[in-house]
């Protein structure tokens, strides 16, 4: 019941553009985005309520196609500080308590 | 403002000892859940509860028991840890669909 993500690993040069990518079997209610540094706690990077929506914090924005029961991330320009393990997550039926979380894709920019 | 305080950030248990991992929020939030992050399998489910004296189980339940008393704490317990249950937990709040904020962390290592 996990989303799945793609891909599970992705190096990038700084300046280059990445595309992460979730998708359930199970319908998507809503899709959280977050961002987890090594050895620190994931944080909050967007939430998307409803199909078609899309949403953009800085060079970073998301899609969400609830039809096809998928969401991807977009990278824009990658800078140093984007390295990190990126994760998304959706609640599990109507209950927005549980939320559950893909494997994980971990992003790496090198200079 | 505190946030979300996870006690303690390492513990080494022998097989078959209990303990307790605390979580406590001063945000008010209704929604709390416990994760554990081991490599390669993301963020997985333990339990999650949606308000004081309601729980429910994730995806990964076995071995954990929680309870939750009141709005702010919500301590996780292992009734006689395994090595499987070496793991990075972390404990997240969240006022219903929005974003979940997460504690730093317990690194737990079972010997």
């Known amino acids: 019941q996990q989303p799945v993500q793609s891909p599970q690993a992705v190096i990038l040069r700084e300046g280059e553009d990445a595309v992460i990518n979730c998708s359930s079997s199970?319908?998507?209610?809503?899709v959280h985005w977050y961002r987890q540094k090594h050895g620190e706690a994931p944080v909050f990077l967007m939430i998307?309520?409803?199909?078609?929506e899309q949403k953009g914090h800085e060079k970073i924005s998301a899609s969400f196609n609830e039809k096809k029961q998928q969401s991807s991330l977009y990278l824009t320009a990658s800078q140093l500080s984007y390295s990190g393990t990126y994760f998304c997550?959706?609640?599990?039926?109507?209950?927005?308590?549980?939320?559950?979380f893909g494997q994980g894709t971990t992003l790496q920019v090198k200079p | 403002n505190a946030g979300v305080t996870q006690t303690p950030k390492f513990q080494v248990l022998k097989t078959g000892q209990s303990m307790t991992l605390q979580c406590a929020q001063d945000?008010?939030?209704?929604?709390m859940s416990w994760y554990r992050q081991d490599p390669g399998m993301g963020l997985r489910l333990i339990h999650y509860?949606?308000?004081?004296?309601?729980?429910d189980q994730g995806e990964v339940p076995n071995g954990y028991n929680v309870s939750r008393s009141t709005t702010e704490d919500f301590p996780l317990r292992l009734l006689s840890a395994a090595p499987s249950q070496t793991s990075v937990y972390f404990c997240?709040?969240?006022?219903?669909?929005?974003?979940?904020?997460f504690g730093q962390g317990t690194r737990l290592t079972v010997v």
């Open positions: 509860s949606v308000g004081a004296g309601i729980t």
């Open positions: 945000m008010n939030h209704e929604y």
């Open positions: 997240a709040s969240s006022p219903g669909a929005g974003t979940a904020f």
């Open positions: 199970k319908a998507l209610y809503s």
């Open positions: 997550g959706t609640p599990l039926g109507s209950n927005t308590g549980k939320l559950i």
């Open positions: 998307l309520l409803k199909g078609g």
